[in-house]
T-cell receptor, first 114, second 113 residues
């Protein structure tokens, strides 16, 4: 099956710092999503980004599909950004719509200190 | 919109007992997914449905696990008999299309003693 590797596994930053999280995947994908799992365990969808660049407030993401990696940028970190960030993908099997099961990476555990 | 609703939030049961986890997807979402999260194995896809039909159940660990979706607004994941190694957080998620993202429920924390 497809392999998803995330780095770094752990990251500790001071409030206000910027960070870059990386996701490498082993095959062509038609679905790549970033999630944030907060300290209470809730999984929140951040981006659907199989290619290109998107921005949402202080968060942005870029996926270079031809090189099989994606980056999540967090600017001006806040303590509420703490938690685990997951990259999840599914393999490209045609260009149709719909949805399918995602394979998750192990995540990056981010701690933002005040 | 109440989001994806899972019940119960916590379940503690004894080894050998039957456990049933429940999920109500977001109305209009045609896809429903069951995931399991453990420290050792991370987030794993167990099974997913499209329009109430199971599409991929290759992630179901063994015959002790079964999942059903009798209608568009309800799904169950059953473990019978339960074992201590089944202890995990079980998440349900739903989606209308991959481009709109996946919405996860709050999860059910299962402890089998």
């Amino acid at each position: 099956g497809i392999q998803v590797e995330q780095s770094p596994p752990d990251l500790i930053l001071q409030e206000g710092a910027n960070s870059t999280l990386r996701c490498n995947f082993s095959d062509s994908v038609n679905n790549l999503q970033w999630f944030h799992q907060n300290p209470w365990g809730q999984l929140i969808n951040l981006f659907y980004i199989p290619s290109g660049t998107k921005q949402n407030g202080r968060l942005s993401a870029t996926t270079v599909a031809t090189e099989r990696y994606s980056l999540l940028y967090i600017s001006s970190s806040q303590t509420t950004d703490s938690g685990v960030y997951f990259c999840a993908v599914s393999i490209a099997e045609g260009s149709g719509g719909g949805a399918d099961g995602l394979t998750f990476g192990k995540g990056t555990h981010l701690i933002i200190q005040p | 919109d109440a989001g994806v609703i899972q019940s119960p939030r916590h379940e503690v049961t004894e080894m050998g007992q039957e456990v049933t986890l429940r999920c109500k997807p977001i109305s209009g979402h045609d896809y429903l997914f069951w995931y399991r999260q453990t420290m050792m194995r991370g987030l794993e896809l167990l099974i997913y449905f499209n329009n109430n039909v199971p599409i991929d159940d290759s992630g179901m660990p063994e015959d002790r696990f079964s999942a059903k979706m009798p209608n568009a607004s309800f799904s169950t994941l059953k473990i019978q008999p339960s074992e201590p190694r089944d202890s995990a957080v079980y998440f349900c998620a739903s989606s209308i299309d991959r481009a709109y993202g996946y919405t996860f429920g709050s999860g059910t924390r299962l402890t089998v003693v």
